[in-house]
């Protein structure tokens, strides 16, 4: 025991336990879409010089990632609050300016619950430039290997 040996961690998360939540996520994966934020984009209509125009392009920029990043939050955050806390995301911007949140879920109950908690158009997982099994199969490792040090991970529980 003086080494950290725990006889409760041998042959559990790291076995089975991962391989079925990857498998899990993946049945569950879906892509919600929703456009750009059109005002930050309104200011680029409008006559400038170029070195001006390239600090709003910027500025444009910034605010429409962080406006995606907040639509991000609030899904994981209303997901969270309704007990799914086993979810994972990744976050999309096509060339045509519309978002695309890619959500892994561990059940088809939290697909509904999502379309509580966002406008945005849900549909089957539609990834633009990943693929999502190697995606998924690391972000579970990286949970899995925390779960190992920690003693315990509420990704596991029950499992």
Avoid at 5 to 33: C, E, G
């Amino acid at each position: 025991m003086r080494h950290g040996f725990r006889p409760d961690w041998v042959n559990t998360a790291m076995t089975t336990a991962p391989d079925i939540l990857v498998a899990r996520l993946l049945a569950n994966f879906v892509t919600v879409r929703f456009p750009r934020t059109e005002v930050v984009w309104t200011i680029l209509e409008e006559e400038m010089p170029c070195d001006l125009r390239f600090t709003c392009l910027g500025h444009a920029l910034r605010a429409e990632t962080l406006a995606a990043g907040c639509r991000r939050t609030a899904l994981r955050a209303g997901l969270w609050q309704r007990g799914y806390h086993q979810v994972l995301d990744r976050l999309e911007g096509e060339p045509a300016g519309t978002w695309r949140i890619h959500l892994f879920l561990p059940t088809r109950e939290a697909i509904d619950v999502l379309s509580e908690l966002t406008d945005g158009r849900i549909s089957p997982g539609d990834p633009l430039a990943f693929d999502p099994e190697p995606f998924v199969t690391r972000g579970v490792q990286r949970i899995a290997r925390l779960h190992q040090r920690a003693g315990r991970h509420v990704w596991f529980e029950g499992m």
